[in-house]
């Protein structure tokens, strides 16, 4: 019996060998024919965006123009949404930091686009998304990050866009304005395509 299985670990060590020699020779086969074999993979840009929320606040991240990011808060006590975009030069240390906020867009509430009345039961949901609108000026457009806001009580929803100016941007001038609501509704609405 013992001779039968060492008999047995030989044939499968001498198998291992066997298809490790194959697979070097082919190797080196192809590589002289066909040269190094390398993998190519697509330069496909990554585009990537936080949020986190509590039942006190939630932020999330979105691009607003080519390379820029805002950061998006939302203070559901207020219904007030907020986002801050940080300069692309920086300055000398303040107490503050060396980065300078120069764009901040604002809503009055999110409560009166949402259609809600009882703010204390609302359960506000945050995320942003990414879009590339047409139909706007070459110096202002809409930024590249669209903030959905849904209640989770209700499922009433709402988006916004963020105006940018990228010309303003470049030039480190400040910009600030409301957000622009691209629409609204409900999840629970049997139909939210216009005809």
Not at 3 to 12: D, F, H, L, N, Q
Not at 40 to 58: H, M
Not at 94 to 99: K, M
Not at 156 to 178: E, L, M, R
């Amino acid at each position: 019996m013992a001779k039968r299985a060492s008999v047995r670990w030989v044939g499968v060590v001498a198998g291992v060998i066997a298809v490790g020699v194959v697979g070097f020779v082919a190797g080196r086969w192809h590589h002289r024919h066909f040269g190094p074999a390398t993998l190519v993979l697509p330069n496909i840009p990554l585009e990537a965006a936080a949020s986190d929320s509590s039942d006190k606040f939630a932020i999330a991240t979105g691009p607003v123009g080519g390379d820029v990011e805002g950061v998006f808060l939302l203070d559901p006590v207020q219904g007030e949404l907020t986002c801050f975009v940080l300069g692309r030069r920086l300055g000398r240390p303040t107490p503050a930091g060396v980065g300078q906020v120069v764009a901040q867009f604002k809503t009055a509430t999110v409560y009166d686009d949402l259609q809600i009345t009882d703010t204390k039961s609302a359960r506000l949901l945050m995320v942003t998304g990414i879009s590339n609108f047409m139909g706007t000026s070459r110096t202002t457009r809409m930024g590249g990050a669209v903030v959905y806001i849904v209640d989770g009580s209700t499922g009433k929803f709402v988006a916004y866009g963020t105006p940018w100016n990228t010309s303003a941007y470049t030039s480190n001038h400040p910009q600030a304005g409301p957000f622009i609501k691209l629409a609204s509704g409900s999840v629970r609405h049997p139909n939210l395509i216009r005809e």
